[in-house]
């Protein structure tokens, strides 16, 4: 069990420290940019990469405030994450399984503990450049891989692959991997063993132990 949590921890936030910089100058910008229907994927980091950028200048003092990202976390990041196909891709066949309560159950816990590794870790944003590659797929393509490149300023260059699909004319993303490691499949391996040993109930009371103590460590940082 400890070991489990300790590897939760470690993938978590080495996957999160490496997307702090790219979501807090590209992802908080869902609500004050007006997206047509018909946007690209790779239009939609764009316009949000550009809108952001600018606010966090304008604001840096947001960084420092977990009230204030929480809730611009809450109404502009995470309604572009698909966390039901997220939280399918995650349990695998224990998605299948489980039933109506146990996945929005889960799904409510997972995504706190994604939101606050995000907010421990979102203090060590730097100014930060990102460029997203010209995207090779078809018209049709219901499914795309977005690749980007984040260069924030004196540290190492960060390639980040988003995993997006469309849902009812929106792009949303189902998937992060950074440097090749996959949100998805780091989290599946863990998960897929504490649910083995004490099963989707276990896993969902240790995510929610988990975040109720990151919560409290948190409050007031």
Known sequence: MRRLVMNMKRTTTRITVMLVWLMAAGMLAGIAVPLRADTGPVAVLQQMTEYVTDVVRRDTGILQDPVRLRELADEAVLP??????????????????????????????????L??????NVTSYRETAVRFK???????????????????????????????????????????AVEGISLVATHRSGFSQ?????????????????NDAAAAECAGC
């Open 80 to 113: 572009h994450v698909d966390f039901v196909a997220l939280s399918r891709w995650v349990l695998g066949k224990h998605w299948r399984k489980a039933t109506p309560a146990q996945r929005e159950a889960f799904m409510t816990q997972f995504r706190e503990m």
């Open 134 to 176: 010209p995207l090779r797929t078809a018209p049709q393509d219901e499914r795309v891989e977005v690749q980007a490149v984040v260069e924030p300023q004196g540290a190492p260059v960060v390639n980040i692959l988003f995993r997006m699909h469309r849902v009812d004319d929106r792009w949303l993303i189902y998937d992060v």
């Open 194 to 210: 504490e649910i083995s040993r004490n099963g989707l109930d276990g896993l969902i009371a240790r995510l929610a132990e988990m």
């Open 115 to 120: 939101l606050v590794t995000y907010l421990r």
